[in-house]
Every structure is written in structure tokens, then in C-alpha cells.
């Protein structure tokens, strides 16, 4: 025990504030503890003086941190996770950079503020504060409290003469005017459960001045208020003045309490927030995102019309989170036509809040308000029978806008369910910042250039995972400029305008090791996308498994931005960048246009297909990534035996990987091992004339080096010998058919050039070819002709065949073709190829000899359609050909 004891009190001795008392007080606990076994008097006595010093240092700790420390405000009143990662000076500067918003610098939170900050001068805030033309059109200045309330405040006497700016003598009635804050007033609203002043209250944790003891907000003498909000990454400085926006009518510019009226501090807290926001005309915002800044509590959304939803669980959980005080609840309406909110009693893209929750008899209903100062309210079941809106044995007078509601009609009728958790859940809080320059827009498809951590723990455990976004001004120009450009034609709404700002979402991945991944596939968890600046993932890891977490966006507007990444925990948890699954990348860009998008592989186009050759030094695992711009657009990747070389056909054993089916916006092709060579990588779309830019991303151990492959014929003369077509003379009676002629198997023709040229040779079926049929010997019906394409020096038995169409000379065929099969091949969509030769102008006798296979039937109404082959010579150089003859045997 003694051991455990001098522990605790070497921690004390190495930390500060709020941790140095918990280990200071945890150390006496136990020397009194160890005094009491103690084995005699002495001994005893020892320890118990120890004890008694430990007290003495825990007494001195406890009055420096009540004195102001942040800590142990923070500790007392919010009951914040232990923050267990030192954050890197780089990551500091992050959060430094973004201290700026709208003209105003919210430094991160240091310490809490002196109350001699309070006193002196009045204070004036020079910040600007805007507003709607509606708010405009009853504004009258801004104005101290009591000015709006037509009182005068005697010098110096403020904090004696005018707390009932600050002390509610009834209820909480908190309302909304002309604002479009509805979210914030929500908030307010379901928060004040938490807010309200009293020894449980998190307000001293949040607004300054104010009594740390009683948490009763307290008047500045200056008219200078500081609020703590987290926002931006961390909890932040924000200063005020007293002033408020006063209205030339009875209307209101800022939120009041109906059963308070003189009450200031929530529309203090409100002025606070919208400074951060840019303004009392921000376009709005949901109340999940609005507590978070407001209190640090975790935001959670859920979309209440997915089928996803287990509405027992969901129940459940909420409710006993909800009467232990650990959750804040708030509920948003999707779009409603004007007839649907009269019906219902229920306003369009409008945030509620939640007062209360109840359950009886198996009847599960939430007391509701709609923060409008005359807003509607439910219609639906229940909503008049007031026996039903009773808790305990009392019946309850519902305020103005407030109403219950049965869970199942929430579940029917709102579009979202907003919890905050309250983050004393976990013990354990770790925060990862950076700035993400966004892919270009042929990468977006993937996850390839996405942030990526690695994420493991000891034990099994539920861990929530947090991504916020940070607030930008170019944010609020974006949402500003959409609703004024919208409001004449009446079609803006808030879902509009917020999904403009674009989404995000959380995948994890167990299959990778904790390394980066580059498609969404197969996630183990996939959040929704939510045009929110945060989103939840909460998970449950297991020991032993290194997981992936990807941030993942669509449609973010602006080229940067910076994010925080919140891991919450009860058990450790190592975190960390992960990884790239390989040590080397290249992106090469590409496109398909009119002339290269080629299609499939049962294409005729295939060969126009974008091409590159690929390098591999070394064997050993390669990947290749085909992302493109369009995500409705079907693609694929494959590497080829080709010897760098274009691909006009492929077959199986020509593929050494492949992407597997096309799939839409980005394929993967990867294997664990490749044999050390040069490729041909082909990227195509599954229909032909599919118009887009695209990014092939080629990984591996060794560095590689991919280059574009010319285009069919780029750089190269075209030589285009007459139509060949295989047809004698009319057969005899004897003949096997009546409409077939004899097939000449074999014609030639004599090349030549005045230079050394190099060329290759390209047969395909003439345009309009009608696919006639050919019998083979054993009568099987083909649907193109089948022959070989050959260049030969010299004729007979001594002849030398330098390049030929057989099998292997589409992809990979060596320019001495000794060692080819010379196999007869069926002229397909795509045709036929013979690889690289030289025409030498000192040699004779170099002979281009092209073979057809069996008979042919035709038709002759088909005007000539039928069977035709159509020869080219692709050269460097000027190329003489002579006239086809036919050749015996």
C-alpha cells in the first residue's frame, strides 16, 4: 500500500493543477490506509504524518486551481476526458492559423480570465455584426441592457444594483423572435436543463464573470463578457460587450425569456455564438453543431428516416442517457409544403427541443418546444389530450410552443434526431489536427490522397470518433451569396444552402493492416454523408486488430481546409497516420476523348484505348489505381504482357493483373507479387465514346516508370493496299454448294522502301462488312474470316518470316518471328497486327503474304459487302507496294 501510496505522490510532485490534487489526494487516501495495518506505533505514526502533510499540499492545490485555474474549472463543471496526446507544435500552428474568422481572432483557451478583467472602463467590442434586411428593417442601434429596458444605471453600481439582468425568478421560457437561429435557440432551450445556475450547473465552465460556487452568471462592471466555445479544434476565447441589437418595434432582434424578461445571459451566449458565426444574419446552422460549439458536449446526428434505425435501442438508450443528465437532445423537420405544416402543426427545416422524455404504461412520448415565440405546434395524435401530458401525478401547464409527442411520431414526421453526449463518458481523449488540400477532381473518387489513420487498442472497447470540420469566412460568403441569389425566386431553403457547403463521412477498414486504402470497398463501418460540420462514428474495437480511418468528402467546395480528428475512449488506444501499403507512387493523368475512348475489350476501338508502358525493376507487389471524375462512369485497369508496347487485343494469359469487373468511378488492380518486366497498362470505360479525365496511380517497392504509349499509327505513314477478298471461279455441279467459289489460301504482295524504314502491318475487315460466314474443314461456323498476315524475305523453303499476326503478335512479339506458331486467327473487331519490322532497301525480294483458312460463302446482294479485308502498312517512311497476286500451295 505504502508503494501505491509513494507513487501517487511522485506524480503529484511532476504535474500541475487539477491532476497534482487528484494524485496529491490520492496518495493521503492511501498512507491512511497503509497506517491503519501498520505493524506498530511508530510506523504508524509516520505514515499518518504523511498523510497529513499530503492533506495539507491537496488544500494549498485545491485554493491555487479555484483561483483560476482552468483546469480545475474545466475538471469541476464539465468533467472532461484526460487529454492523452501531447499536441505537436505543427498541429499547434494549425490551430493557431485558424483563430481568424470574420474579422475577429479566437485564440485558443489558455486560462480562465481574472475578475480584475471585469473592471475598469467600459468596454466596447469593435467587431461588426450583421444583419438581414428584415432585421435591418426594425433595427434601432445597439444598445447597453439597460438602455433597452428604459433604465438608468448609477455609476459604478452595476454588480450591486443590477443582478436581476442575471437571476431568473421563474422558469426558463427562452423564445426566438425575427433571427433565423432557430437551431441556436433550440439549443439554448434543451440545454438549460444543464445551463440553468446551481452546484451541477457547466455554465462557470463556459461564461465569465460569474460565481464558481453558486454558478450564478454575474454582471461585468466594464460590460465585458468572455465565453469559452469550442469550435475551431479546441475550446476558444470568445469576448463580448453588453450590447444587444434593439428593435424599433415590439419585436425582438435576440433571444429573450418570456417568463423572465429582464434575464440577459442566454441572449449573451447567443451573441457569443454568432460573433463566431459571422453575424445575427447567419444562415443557420443544426442544433448538434450549435450545442457542440456551445458546451463541448459530442455531437451525434441520426437520420430518423433510415432504415438502419433500431427504434427500441434507439429508445432505450437515449432515455437512460437522457435521466442521467448525459445527453442534450434536440430534433430537426426536413422540408414541408405550407399544407403539410398546417396539417402537422410542424415547421419546415426547423430545430426542436427536447425538455423532457417520458415513459408509462409502454407509452414512450418527449415534451417538445418549438423555439418561435409563435410557432406552431403538433397537430397530430395526442397532441389535445391533455391527461397524456401529465408527469407523476401532477398535470402539467405546457408553455406556449410546447407540446408532447409520441416517439413514434417523431420517428414519422422529423427528419433527424440530434444527441450530444456528454464527453465525461469516456476517460480518454486524444485529438489529431491537419489541413487537407483537396485532390484534384479525377482523384475524388478514391480514398487515395484521403486522411488516413491507423487506429489499435489493447483491449475490446467502444470508441466514438469524432471528425470536425473547421469554420472558414469563404464558408459563410458561399452560404450568403446561395440564399441571396435564391430568396427572389422563393426557392432557397436551409437544406439548400448547407449542402452547398458539401459532406462528409468516417469509413473504417479491418482488412488493411492500419495501412492506407484507396477504395471504399468493404468497409467494416460507413457513416453517413451530413452536410454538418461533424460527423460521429461510434465503434466498437477489438484487440489485436489494426484498424483504418478515412476521412471521406464529396462535393467541399473550397481547395483547403483544416480538420480535427477526436478519438474518445475508456481504454488506450495508439493512434497514428497511417501508412502507405507501398513505398512508392506515381500518378500519371490521362484522358478519354473522342479519338481514345475506346471501350471494352469486345470493342472494335479497343486499341485506341489509353495506354502506358510500365517498368517494373524489380519483382514484387504493384498496384494500379484507374480513378476518374465521373463517379457514374464504369472503368477498368489492366497490366498486359506486352512489352511496353499498345494492346490491340487481350486474352487471358496476355493479363498479369486486373481490376476484375468494371466498376463505376475508380478501379483497383493489385497483386502481392509481379515478375520484374516492362507492361502494358490499358485504362477503359465499358462503353465506347465515354468522354472523361482520369488519373492512373501505379504503386510498388521499386520506383517504376510509366510512359504514355503512341497511339496506333502516331508518327507513322498509312499505306493502304487495295480491299483483299478471297473469290475464284464459279465451282462445278460438284461443287458442295451452289453460292460458294474456291478460296484462293493465299496472296502476296511485294514491299519495298528507298531507305530503311520501320513498319508494321494492320489488317481488319473492311467498313460495312456484314460478318458473312466461313466453313472450316469441320464445318464450323465462324463469323469473320480467319487467316494469317506474314512478311517473308524471299519465297519456298529457304524463305525468312520476319513478322506475322500469329497469336503473340498483338502484345508481345519479338521482331524475329523464327519462334512464331503462325497460327491462323479469326479477324475480329479489333483486327489483326504483326509486330515491328525493317524494310531494308538493300534486301530483295521482302514479300507481304496474307492466308485465308477454308471456304467462304457469300452473298452476292450483299453488293460486295461480304468478306473483304483491308490491309495497311504503318511505316516511318514513304513505303512502294505492287498488286495483290495469288500464290498455289
Known amino acids: 500500500m505504502e508503494a501505491k501510496a509513494k507513487e501517487q505522490e511522485a506524480l503529484a510532485s511532476k504535474t500541475q493543477g487539477k491532476e497534482a490534487l487528484d494524485h496529491a489526494t490520492a496518495a493521503a487516501e492511501l498512507y491512511m490506509k497503509a497506517a491503519q495495518g501498520a505493524s506498530g506505533p511508530d510506523e504508524k505514526s509516520r505514515l499518518i504524518k504523511k498523510c497529513q502533510s499530503l492533506l495539507s499540499k491537496a488544500e494549498s492545490l485545491k485554493k491555487s486551481c479555484q483561483a483560476g485555474g482552468s483546469v480545475a474549472t474545466v ?95 421563474n422558469d426558463y421560457d427562452l423564445v426566438q423572435d425575427i433571427t433565423t437561429d432557430c437551431s441556436v435557440v433550440a439549443s439554448l432551450c434543451a440545454s438549460m436543463r444543464h445551463l440553468r445556475p446551481g452546484p451541477t450547473s457547466i455554465l462557470p465552465a463556459l461564461m465569465f464573470p460569474i460565481d464558481f460556487e453558486s454558478g450564478q452568471p454575474k454582471i461585468s462592471d466594464s460590460g465585458k463578457y468572455i465565453f469559452r466555445m469550442f469550435f475551431n479544434g479546441c475550446f476558444r476565447k470568445v469576448v463580448i460587450d453588453d450590447r444587444l441589437p434593439s428593435s424599433s418595434t415590439d419585436r425582438t432582434l435576440y433571444v429573450v425569456d418570456r417568463q423572465n424578461p429582464n434575464l440577459i445571459w442566454p441572449a449573451l451566449m447567443e451573441k457569443a455564438y454568432l460573433k463566431v458565426r459571422g453575424g445575427y444574419d447567419f444562415p443557420g446552422s443544426n442544433s448538434g453543431t450549435d450545442l457542440y460549439a456551445l458546451t463541448g458536449w459530442i455531437p451525434e446526428q441520426l437520420f430518423l428516416q433510415s432504415d438502419e434505425v433500431d427504434w427500441d435501442r434507439t429508445w432505450k438508450r437515449v432515455k437512460k442517457a437522457y435521466d442521467y443528465g448525459d445527453v442534450v437532445v434536440t430534433l430537426g423537420t426536413g422540408r414541408l409544403s405550407p399544407d403539410e405544416e398546417e396539417t402537422l402543426g410542424l415547421a419546415g427545416e426547423h430545430d426542436y427541443a427536447v425538455l423532457d422524455m417520458s415513459e408509462a404504461s409502454g407509452s414512450r412520448r ?56 456528454n464527453p465525461s463518458l469516456f476517460t480518454e481523449r486524444q485529438d489529431h489536427h491537419f489541413t487537407w488540400q483537396l485532390p484534384e477532381a479525377t482523384m475524388t473518387g478514391s480514398f487515395a490522397h484521403n486522411p488516413q489513420y491507423s487506429m489499435s487498442t489493447a483491449a475490446d472497447d467502444n470508441v466514438w470518433i469524432l471528425l470536425s470540420r473547421h469554420f472558414q469566412n469563404d464558408e459563410l460568403d458561399i452560404m450568403r451569396k446561395h440564399r441571396a441569389a435564391n430568396d427572389d425566386a422563393n426557392i432557397s431553403s436551409l437544406a439548400e444552402v448547407s449542402s452547398k457547403l458539401g459532406f462528409m463521412s468516417i469509413y473504417i477498414f479491418a482488412n488493411s493492416g492500419g495501412k492506407r486504402v484507396q477504395l471504399s470497398t468493404q468497409p467494416v463501418f460507413r457513416g453517413d454523408f451530413v452536410d454538418s460540420p461533424q460527423t460521429l462514428a461510434p465503434f466498437k474495437v477489438k484487440r489485436g486488430v489494426t484498424y483504418t480511418v478515412v476521412v ?80 457514374d462512369l464504369p472503368v477498368h485497369v489492366d497490366l498486359v504482357w506486352a512489352g511496353g508496347r499498345r494492346v490491340t487485343a487481350i486474352g487471358n494469359r496476355d493479363l498479369a493483373i486486373t481490376s476484375g469487373d468494371y466498376r463505376r468511378g475508380c478501379a483497383l488492380a493489385e497483386a502481392a507479387s509481379v515478375d520484374a518486366g516492362t507492361y502494358t497498362v490499358v485504362c477503359s470505360t465499358f462503353e465506347p465514346g465515354c468522354l472523361a479525365d482520369f488519373t492512373l496511380r501505379v504503386g510498388s517497392n521499386t520506383p517504376c516508370a510509366v510512359t504514355p504509349v503512341p497511339a496506333d499509327a502516331a508518327g507513322r505513314l498509312r499505306t493502304q493496299l487495295p480491299d ?20 484462293h489460301k493465299k496472296k502476296r504482295v511485294a514491299i519495298s ?24 474443314g469441320a464445318s464450323t461456323p465462324r463469323s469473320h474470316p480467319t487467316v494469317r498476315a506474314s512478311v517473308e524475305y524471299g519465297t519456298g523453303p529457304d524463305k525468312l518470316v520476319i513478322a506475322s499476326t500469329d497469336s503473340h503478335d498483338n502484345n508481345n512479339s519479338n521482331n524475329n518471328n523464327s519462334n512464331s506458331t503462325n497460327e491462323f486467327r479469326e479477324v475480329g473487331a479489333n483486327g489483326l497486327r504483326t509486330g515491328d519490322f525493317d524494310i531494308d532497301p538493300r534486301g530483295r525480294g521482302l514479300w507481304l503474304v496474307v492466308e485465308q483458312l477454308g471456304l467462304y460463302n457469300y452473298n452476292p446482294t450483299d453488293g460486295g459487302g461480304g468478306g473483304e479485308l483491308q490491309v495497311e502498312i504503318l511505316s516511318e517512311g514513304p513505303v512502294r507496294v505492287g498488286t495483290w497476286e495469288a500464290v498455289d500451295g
Not at 565 to 593: C, I, M, N, Q
Request: aromatic share 10%; with cysteine; glycine share 6%.
Open 75 to 169: 475538471e469541476k463543471r464539465l468533467k472532461l476526458p484526460r487529454p492523452v496526446r501531447q499536441i505537436p507544435k505543427s498541429e499547434q500552428a494549425i490551430l493557431l492559423r485558424n483563430s481568424r474568422l470574420h474579422g475577429s481572432i479566437f485564440l485558443p483557451w489558455e486560462s480562465d480570465p481574472s475578475p480584475d478583467e471585469f473592471t475598469g472602463n467600459v468596454f466596447s467590442d469593435p467587431s461588426q455584426f450583421s444583419l438581414s434586411d428584415r432585421q435591418r428593417s426594425v433595427f434601432s442601434g445597439w444598445k447597453r441592457p439597460l438602455e433597452i429596458l428604459g433604465r438608468e444605471a448609477a455609476p459604478n453600481s452595476a454588480g450591486q444594483n443590477n443582478d436581476f439582468l442575471m437571476e431568473a425568478q
Open 366 to 421: 418527449l415534451l417538445v418546444k418549438n423555439p418561435w415565440c409563435d410557432g406552431l405546434t403538433w397537430k397530430g395524435a395526442g397532441s389535445f389530450d391533455i391527461s397524456q401530458q401529465a408527469t407523476d401525478d401532477q398535470p402539467v401547464k405546457l408553455k406556449p410552443g410546447s407540446f408532447w409527442i409520441s416517439f413514434d411520431d417523431v420517428a414519422q414526421n422529423f427528419e433527424s434526431l440530434y444527441l450530444n453526449w
Open 552 to 631: 471521406a468528402t464529396q462535393e467541399l467546395p473550397l481547395p483547403q481546409y483544416s480538420f480535427t480528428l477526436s478519438f474518445f475512449s475508456r481504454a488506450p488506444l495508439v493512434v497514428a497516420p497511417a501508412e502507405p501499403a507501398l513505398r512508392h507512387y506515381v500518378d500519371v493523368k490521362g484522358s478519354w476523348t473522342r479519338r481514345t475512348a475506346g471501350g471494352n475489350a469486345a470493342s472494335s476501338s479497343y486499341l485506341d484505348n489509353p495506354q502506358f508502358g510500365l517498368v517494373l525493376p524489380h519483382a514484387g507487389p504493384l498496384s494500379l489505381l484507374l480513378s476518374t471524375v465521373r463517379d
Open 724 to 743: 483483299l477478298l478471297f473469290r475464284g471461279p464459279a465451282l462445278s455441279s460438284s461443287s458442295p454448294s451452289s453460292d460458294s467459289e474456291v478460296v
Open 753 to 776: 522502301a528507298a531507305r530503311l524504314t520501320r513498319a508494321n502491318v494492320v489488317v481488319t475487315l473492311r467498313d460495312g462488312c456484314r460478318g458473312n460466314t466461313l466453313r472450316g
